[in-house]
Every structure is written in C-alpha cells, then in structure tokens.
C-alpha cells in the first residue's frame, strides 16, 4: 500500500512518510485498520468514527505537553494554551448539556466513574446501580470491578420480556439499603430511562443521583434524548467517543455544589496530568455538538435504530426487550439462530460486519461464550445511511447467521457489503 492510498491522519505527509520509511510494520497496520473502517460496517454502538477536526487534535503539539492541575493553577509552566483549550472545552460542555460544572479531565470512561465514586463516598457506602447481565456496565458494581468490591452496590434488575423496571421493588430495595447514591445509566440496555422515577427515590431516601451516559451522551447533547439535568440530577458522566464521536476520553458534569469534590479527586485524587491533545479535541467535538446537523445526526442514529430493529424483528429475530427506545439492540442469537454469540460474532466479521457477542439478562452461557450479539447504529449513521439501508443490512444479518457455514453465501456478502461501503466514506479518510 503506498502513502497516496492510505492516509489515516490529518497530520503532515512528512510524519507519515517518515513512519512508512522508519517502522513498516506499524504504518501496515495503520493503513490495514484504514481498509477495514472503510470496506466493512461497523455496528458496535460504543464504535464511531471521529470528527477530521479531533484527529487534527489527536495527533498536534498538545501531545508534549504537560498540564497537571486546572486552568490558572498549574504545576507547569507554558500554560497559556492549553488554559485556552480547557477553558474553551468546559464552557462548551456545560452549554452543551446545561449543567453548571464541568471536568474535561478524566482519562476514560472508568476513571470518570470512580472520581465520581471516590470523591462524594466513603468505601462501604451503598449504591444502587443496573446488574451487569441486565445492561449495566463494569463500573457500576459488577463484582470482578476493584469498585464493587470497594463499595456495597445494591444491583436493580429488568423485566427481560419488555426491559422495564419495576421501581415499587426498586423503592422497597431503597428504603431497606438506604444508598448514598442512586446510578442510572447503561452498557447494554436498549430503553430509555425514567429519571422521574429514580430522582423520586433518592430524594426519599437522602441519595446523590447520578446517570452514566457514556452511550447516549452524544444523542443528549444532540437533543434526541432526554438530559438527566431537566430532572434535577446531581451528576452526568459521559464518554467523548461513541455517539458524540469525539476523542477517547471523559467527561464528569455536575451541580455546584459537588464541583469542588469532582474536581479533587479527578486530580490529584486519582489522575495525574490530562491529555491535552484529547481536551483539545473534546472542545472540537462540543463545538460541533452545538450544530444544526450534529441534531439532525443524533436524530438520525435513532431512526435507523428502530428501522434495523424493525427489521430484524421482521426477520423473525429474538431482540432483548423486543425492540429499542435508544441507539442500540441485542439480539439472542442463541434463541434465534442456535448461535452464541461469539460464533455469531466471528460470522458477521467474516463478510465485514463488526458487532460484538453480549450476555443477556441471566445469561446462563459464560461472558466469553454469551447467547447474544450487541449491535447499534452510530457509527452506520456518521457514514450517511438511512432507515432503507437498516433493511439490506438486516437482510445481510439474518441470511450469514442462518447459513454460518456456507462458504459461498458468506463470500458473496462479503462481495456485497464491501461495494455497498463504497457509497459511503468513512470521515477523515
């Protein structure tokens, strides 16, 4: 492959031919992943493709510099800019989803979490948090996490025939526990969230009231969600990739009054200096996030869920919770076509469509054999299609996971999927 064909950054043609010349087989690799993003189609709902702006950011000067502390309180020297670009990422995070605090800091989606855990608790408070198996994510208690076993998580439970949750039992739960914090939010759920509910709950019982909304923060800030502050949440945490298609990175977002605390513990509490290239770009992605399109977009990666959920349900598949009020689905592949879901997974990658193998609710296979597949359509949606493409998509699906072994099915899907990205480009490449 030569340097005109596969120019994965929008960083001077100087760097990469200095890569392609001093270490071959790094720049391969770079220009292999290049051809996989653009001949394939993505459908992992925590994967997008990025702004060409955050790549710009991703690989500037701001990567040699060190800024520990916050603007205008540095331990450094040589601030000037990188005060600039904190200051221009926290204004711009706290217009964005109408909040009166924001920390741009936060290394990754976990760390983020535990800042907010460390920082308003004490080891042994009680929080109550979605199960694992149920939709939840790792940091929210799951038992293998070092914060489930640094605190007493309380895990609430869904209905797997509709997803919804029954909050009379969530009360009861409450009210004998007595949680410090109420956490909402999810990895693996495709409904929405009753904040109402919730925030009547912890208002009874005393509790700090939280939403990780790493997945959907991107449609909140596009104004096709609903944002947990309308409700009068304390605290919103959220990624600055998936479907706000910015850096990787996090964001903690609250009121004034857990300001000080949130601001603590993410330094020097739990992190040293942040990465100013990736605050850089987090400014660029909220700039962009207050765009007519960026709406448009957020609304779109909605409609083409419930079209490929439609879809598929037509297809005669088996969808956890029988649709999707959000992103993203899963579908038990074991149920549907006698699949796990790794199988499933390792199927669809070989015509050039990623998802990634999912439990279900009281999976009763193992995490790295589980009964289902995880599929959602941000990253589908940055691309430019639309609900008909959700139709051949699904079409594409269903016939590779009810012919897993044959050969020429699988080849010519393959041939399909990959002229039908042509009419597609990936952004930035």
Same mark, same amino acid.
């Given at each position: 492959?030569?340097?005109?064909?596969?120019? *994965?950054?929008?960083?001077?043609? @100087?760097?990469?031919?200095?890569?392609?010349?001093?270490?071959?087989?790094?720049?391969?690799?770079?220009?292999?992943?290049? @051809?996989?993003?653009?001949?394939?189609?993505?459908?992992?709902?925590?994967?997008?493709?990025?702004?060409?702006?955050?790549?710009?950011?991703?690989?500037?000067?701001?990567?040699?510099?060190?800024?520990?502390?916050?603007?205008?309180? !540095?331990?450094?020297?040589?601030?000037?800019? @990188?005060?600039?670009?904190?200051?221009?990422?926290?204004?711009?995070?706290?217009?964005?989803?109408?909040?009166?605090?924001?920390?741009?800091?936060?290394?990754?989606?976990?760390?983020?979490?535990?800042?907010?855990?460390?920082?308003?608790?004490?080891?042994?408070?009680?929080?109550?948090?979605?199960? +694992? *198996?149920?939709?939840?994510?790792?940091?929210?208690?799951?038992?293998?996490?070092?914060?489930?076993?640094?605190?007493?998580?309380?895990?609430?439970?869904?209905?797997?025939?509709?997803? *919804?949750?029954?909050?009379?039992?969530?009360?009861?739960?409450?009210?004998? %526990?007595?949680?410090?914090?109420?956490? /909402?939010?999810?990895?693996?759920?495709?409904?929405?969230?009753?904040? #109402?509910?919730?925030?009547?709950?912890?208002?009874?019982?005393?509790?700090?009231?939280?939403?990780?909304?790493?997945?959907?923060?991107? +449609?909140? #800030?596009?104004?096709?969600?609903?944002?947990?502050?309308?409700?009068?949440?304390?605290?919103? %945490? @959220?990624?600055?990739?998936?479907?706000?298609?910015?850096?990787?990175?996090?964001?903690?977002?609250?009121?004034?009054?857990?300001?000080?605390?949130?601001?603590?513990?993410?330094?020097?509490?739990?992190?040293?200096?942040?990465? &100013?290239? #990736?605050? #850089?770009?987090?400014?660029?992605?909220?700039?962009?996030?207050?765009?007519?399109?960026?709406?448009?977009?957020?609304?779109?990666?909605?409609?083409?869920?419930?079209?490929?959920?439609?879809? +598929?349900?037509?297809?005669?598949?088996?969808?956890?919770?029988?649709?999707?009020?959000?992103?993203?689905?899963?579908?038990?592949?074991?149920?549907?076509?006698?699949?796990?879901?790794?199988?499933?997974?390792?199927?669809?990658? !070989?015509?050039?469509?990623?998802?990634?193998?999912?439990?279900?609710?009281?999976?009763?296979?193992?995490?790295? !054999?589980?009964?289902?597949? !995880?599929?959602?359509?941000?990253?589908?949606?940055?691309?430019? &299609?639309?609900? *008909?493409? &959700? +139709?051949?998509?699904?079409?594409?699906? /269903?016939?590779?996971?009810?012919?897993?072994?044959?050969?020429?099915?699988?080849?010519?899907?393959?041939?399909?999927?990959?002229?039908? /990205?042509?009419?597609?480009?990936?952004?930035?490449?």
């Amino acid at each position: 492959m030569s340097l005109n064909e596969n120019r *994965s950054f929008p960083a001077s043609v @100087t760097n990469l031919a200095e890569l392609e010349g001093n270490d071959p087989e790094v720049f391969a690799a770079l220009c292999g992943e290049e @051809t996989r993003e653009r001949n394939g189609i993505e459908l992992i709902p925590s994967e997008n493709y990025t702004f060409p702006e955050v790549l710009a950011c991703l690989g500037s000067v701001f990567t040699n510099k060190y800024s520990e502390g916050y603007p205008g309180r !540095r331990y450094y020297g040589g601030q000037t800019f @990188t005060d600039q670009i904190e200051n221009l990422a926290r204004d711009r995070a706290k217009s964005v989803f109408r909040c009166e605090h924001a920390n741009v800091q936060p290394l990754s989606g976990s760390a983020m979490n535990q800042a907010v855990y460390l920082g308003l608790l004490e080891p042994g408070d009680t929080i109550m948090a979605m199960d +694992l *198996s149920h939709g939840g994510h790792l940091t929210h208690g799951a038992p293998v996490s070092h914060m489930g076993s640094l605190f007493n998580f309380v895990r609430y439970v869904t209905d797997p025939v509709d997803g *919804s949750i029954d909050f009379d039992q969530v009360r009861s739960d409450a009210l004998r %526990t007595k949680p410090k914090m109420m956490l /909402c939010g999810y990895t693996s759920y495709p409904r929405d969230i009753d904040y #109402a509910a919730f925030k009547a709950i912890a208002d009874e019982v005393g509790a700090i009231t939280m939403t990780d909304a790493s997945h959907f923060g991107g +449609l909140v #800030a596009g104004q096709a969600m609903n944002n947990p502050f309308d409700f009068g949440f304390d605290i919103v %945490t @959220t990624t600055t990739h998936k479907s706000l298609r910015g850096p990787r990175g996090g964001m903690v977002l609250c009121r004034k009054p857990f300001a000080k605390k949130i601001d603590k513990s993410v330094f020097p509490g739990l992190q040293g200096g942040p990465h &100013m290239n #990736a605050v #850089a770009a987090i400014a660029v992605t909220l700039q962009k996030a207050q765009t007519i399109e960026f709406q448009a977009y957020a609304h779109q990666v909605l409609k083409n869920a419930k079209a490929l959920s439609g879809a +598929l349900l037509d297809e005669g598949a088996d969808l956890v919770t029988g649709g999707t009020d959000n992103h993203m689905m899963v579908m038990d592949t074991m149920k549907t076509f006698g699949l796990d879901g790794r199988v499933a997974e390792e199927v669809l990658d !070989r015509v050039q469509i990623t998802t990634n193998k999912q439990i279900i609710p009281d999976d009763p296979n193992p995490p790295l !054999r589980p009964s289902g597949i !995880r599929m959602g359509t941000p990253a589908a949606t940055t691309r430019g &299609m639309l609900e *008909s493409d &959700m +139709l051949q998509l699904s079409g594409w699906i /269903c016939e590779c996971l009810r012919h897993p072994e044959d050969e020429g099915i699988l080849s010519r899907v393959r041939g399909e999927v990959e002229a039908f /990205c042509q009419g597609f480009p990936v952004p930035g490449l």
